[in-house]
C-alpha cells in the first residue's frame, strides 16, 4: 500500500479538497498508472452532491474521476499488455466478475458484480474505490486500455466516458449515413455524440437550450441547429428522426422529442437527471417509437471506440484546468458554461498545497 495525493469531498455540500489516500501495490495483474488527465464529467458532480442517493448512495469522502489517460509506471509479473512507459486509459470501470454472461460478452457494464471506478466497493483495500482525481491508480490489465498515440492527451480522457457512452448507443441503434440522428444538449456527452454522429456519415441536427452555442454545433459536425425553447422550430421537424440521443443532465420534457421521432424510430437516454420522466403513452404509440437507456459501453467496444477515435482523430474539445480550479469548474459545469469538457492536467496536483496527510 502507498499514499497517493489525491482530490477528495468530505460530504454533499462540502467542497472538493486535497487529500491522501490508500493505493495498493500492484498485485501481479495490476497495471500502476501515473495519471495525466482528467476529465469531469457530470456524473462526478451527481455523485460527489449524492443526486443519485436512491439508486447509488455516496459514501464519503468520494474521490470522482472515470476520464482516466496516463503513462504506466510498474505491471505486475502477469501482466502481458503493458509495460512501464506505455499510455494507458481506464474509464468508469475498474472490476467485474468475468464469469457472467455479459461479462463473456464483452459487456462488463452490464455485470451485475461490476466495480466501478469510484463509489464501489474496494475488495483489495476496503471501503470504496477512489477515482481519477488522484496522482495515480492501480487497475487490474482486463480494465486498463490503449490510447492511440495521435490523440491529444487532455482531449483523449473525455473518450473514457463521455466517448463511449454516446459511441455505442449510436452503433447499437444503427447510425449511418443516410439516417436522421438528433443529440439534445450540447455538453461533454453530447459534443462528442455529435463528432461520432458526424464521422458515421448520419445527418446531425443538435438541440439545445443555449442560443451561443450554435456556431459551435455546427463546427462539431451538426447539420442543423435547433433552439428547443423554439416549438415553431422544433415543430418543423416533427415525425422525423430515426434516432435521437438525449444527454441532458437535467430534468426535461421528453415528450417533445419522442414526437420527433419517425416509424420505429429510437429516443436513448443517456442522461441521468434525479428525478423521474413523466412519459406520454401517445408519444410512443403514434410511430411505434421507442424510448431506452444506455450505459457506457464494455470493454472491447471502448477499445474499438478509442481505436476509431485514433483513425479519425476525434477528441473532446476541452478547457484544460488545475486540479485546484476544480469547485468553481462544477459551478461553471452546472450553469453548462464549458465547450465543451473540463479535463484536469494532474501535473497541478503535484504543486497542491494545503494537504491533509
Ligand atoms: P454536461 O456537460 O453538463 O452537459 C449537459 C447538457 O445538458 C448541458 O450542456 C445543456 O446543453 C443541457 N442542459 C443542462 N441543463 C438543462 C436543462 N435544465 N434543460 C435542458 N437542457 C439542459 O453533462 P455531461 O457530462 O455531458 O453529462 C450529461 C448527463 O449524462 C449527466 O446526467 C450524466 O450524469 C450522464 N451520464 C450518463 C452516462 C451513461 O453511461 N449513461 C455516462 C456519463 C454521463 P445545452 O446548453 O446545449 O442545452
Ligand atoms: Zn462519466
Redesign the pocket.
Known amino acids: 500500500m502507498y499514499n497517493a495525493k489525491a482530490y477528495s469531498a468530505a460530504s454533499a455540500t462540502s467542497p472538493l479538497a486535497s487529500t491522501k489516500i490508500n493505493r495498493r501495490d500492484p498485485t501481479e495483474h495490476d497495471v500502476q498508472i501515473e495519471i495525466l488527465f482528467c476529465g469531469i464529467?457530470?456524473?462526478d458532480l451527481?455523485a460527489v452532491r449524492n443526486e443519485w442517493s436512491n439508486i447509488m448512495p455516496t459514501v464519503y469522502p468520494i474521490v470522482p474521476g472515470h476520464e482516466i489517460v496516463g503513462r504506466v509506471t510498474k505491471v505486475g509479473s502477469a501482466v502481458t499488455k503493458f509495460k512501464s512507459g506505455d499510455l494507458a486509459a481506464v474509464g468508469?470501470l475498474v472490476d467485474s466478475d468475468g464469469t457472467c454472461p455479459h461479462c463473456k460478452d464483452g459487456l462488463e457494464q452490464l455485470c451485475p458484480n461490476q466495480i466501478l471506478t469510484f463509489n464501489s466497493p474496494d475488495k483489495h483495500l476496503g471501503g470504496v474505490t477512489y477515482g481519477g482525481y488522484s496522482e495515480s491508480v492501480v487497475v487490474t490489465e482486463r480494465f486498463v486500455l490503449r490510447v492511440p498515440s495521435n490523440l491529444n492527451l487532455a482531449g483523449a480522457a473525455p473518450l473514457l466516458?463521455?466517448g463511449i457512452?454516446t459511441y455505442s448507443p449510436m452503433r447499437r441503434w444503427g447510425v449511418t449515413r443516410g439516417k436522421k440522428v438528433g443529440v439534445?444538449?450540447?455538453?461533454?456527452?453530447?459534443h462528442m455524440g455529435v463528432k461520432f454522429a458526424h464521422a458515421f456519415g448520419a445527418h446531425v441536427v443538435?438541440f439545445?437550450?443555449?442560443l451561443n452555442?450554435k456556431e459551435d454545433a455546427l463546427r462539431v459536425g451538426a447539420d442543423e441547429v435547433v433552439v428547443?425553447r423554439n416549438t415553431d422550430e422544433m415543430q418543423k421537424h416533427a415525425g422525423s428522426f430515426d434516432f435521437i440521443l438525449d444527454?441532458?443532465?437535467?430534468?426535461?420534457d421528453i415528450n417533445a422529442y419522442l414526437n420527433l421521432l419517425g416509424r420505429d424510430g429510437n429516443l436513448t437516454l443517456?442522461?441521468?437527471?434525479e428525478k423521474p420522466f413523466a412519459v406520454s403513452a401517445f408519444s410512443l404509440l403514434f410511430g411505434r417509437r421507442s424510448v431506452s437507456?444506455?450505459?457506457?459501453g464494455g470493454i472491447p467496444e471502448t477499445q474499438e471506440m478509442l481505436d476509431f477515435c485514433g483513425a479519425h482523430n476525434i477528441t473532446a474539445d476541452v478547457e484544460v484546468i488545475p486540479i485546484q480550479k476544480v469547485n468553481e469548474a462544477y459551478e461553471r459545469?452546472l450553469k453548462?458554461d464549458?465547450k465543451?469538457?473540463f479535463s484536469i492536467d494532474m501535473a497541478s496536483l503535484k504543486s497542491a498545497a494545503g494537504s491533509k496527510s
Open positions: 464529467c457530470h456524473s451527481h468508469c466516458c463521455a457512452t439534445v444538449g450540447l455538453g461533454g456527452l453530447g443538435v439545445t437550450t443555449s452555442k428547443s444527454a441532458v443532465s437535467a430534468n426535461h443517456v442522461g441521468a437527471p437507456g444506455s450505459i457506457i459545469l453548462s464549458v465543451y469538457r
